[in-house]
């Protein structure tokens, strides 16, 4: 059965509560759902799921990874995940010149890792709570979950 695990860096939950509305979907789709945040995670976790979701804000003074996501940035180019779907997500605030680009930043690992990249990542501004946003969400929740159904 095809399984998801969700890891996430968020400091004030606005990336947790998208990291939710994700596994939500998901597990509506019979998709069963690991989620960690990441400092209760390790990068090799990802070796054991189908579809690999990384949420992640972007922060300092330079749109940068948060520190507690490091470890995975480093780790997953490094990896071999192919075979297996991943996903982006993560939210920012659109008031910086570099929206949320932390969220491509791991795009771009995960295809160095060999995983197959599913519909437009998907970059929240700050909470999850205009209703195109969840509708964003979960239509990249069915693509993901498609991957592996059809
Ligand atoms: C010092 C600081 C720097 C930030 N830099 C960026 C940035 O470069 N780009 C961006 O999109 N958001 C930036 N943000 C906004 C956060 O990404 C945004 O508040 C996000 O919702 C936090 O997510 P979280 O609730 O999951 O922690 C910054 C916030 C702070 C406080």
Sequence with gaps: MVKALIIYGSLTGNTEEIAEI??????????????????????????????????????????????????????????????????????????????????DDFEEQFIKAGAARVGDNCKINMAPDEPEDIQALKLYANQLADYFQN
Excluded: C, H, W
């Design 22 to 103: 994700i596994a939500e979907e998901l597990e509506s789709r019979d998709v069963p759902v690991t989620i960690y945040e990441a400092m209760d995670a390790d990068p090799e976790d990802l070796l054991d799921f189908d579809i690999v979701l990384i949420g992640t804000y972007t922060y300092g003074n330079d749109a940068e990874i948060p520190d507690e996501m490091l470890d995975y940035y480093d780790a997953i180019p490094d990896m071999d995940l192919s075979g297996k779907a991943f996903g982006t997500f993560g939210s920012g605030d659109d008031f910086y010149p570099k929206f949320a680009t932390a969220v």
